[in-house]
């Protein structure tokens, strides 16, 4: 059974930062983060190809350039979420995605909140 867990989420003040992580149960492919706030639509925040340890390409959410970075570690199945600057407006549930054969795997997702 594949399984993604997440981790990192927590409450934050309006500049600070925080770090995800997400410990995939297999490699993938793809691998992203999302995000959700509750009667909205699961949103992409920013997504990671590799293959074996070369990346291939990572793209962005408009509304977290420059602000976010995501990496990953693919020896141990790793992707990760550095986000700083952050704003109240990046309050959500945040899921780490794993896409292998066109088949979307997902975490239960871990909150984020940004308040003072």
């Known amino acids: 059974q594949v399984q993604l867990v997440e981790s990192g989420g927590g409450l934050v003040q309006p500049g600070g930062s925080l770090r995800l992580s997400c410990a995939a149960s297999r490699s993938f492919f793809t691998m992203g983060w999302y995000r959700q706030v509750p009667g909205k639509q699961r949103e992409l925040v920013a997504q990671i190809t590799s293959r074996g340890s070369t990346i291939e390409n990572t793209n962005y959410a408009d509304f977290v350039l420059g602000r976010f970075t995501i990496s990953g570690d693919n020896a141990r199945n790793m992707v990760y979420l550095q986000m700083n600057n952050l704003k109240p407006e990046d309050t959500a549930v945040y899921y780490c995605?794993?896409?292998?054969?066109?088949?979307?795997?997902w975490g239960k997702g871990t909150l984020v909140t940004v308040s003072s």
């Open positions: 995605n794993g896409r292998r054969a066109g088949v979307d795997y």
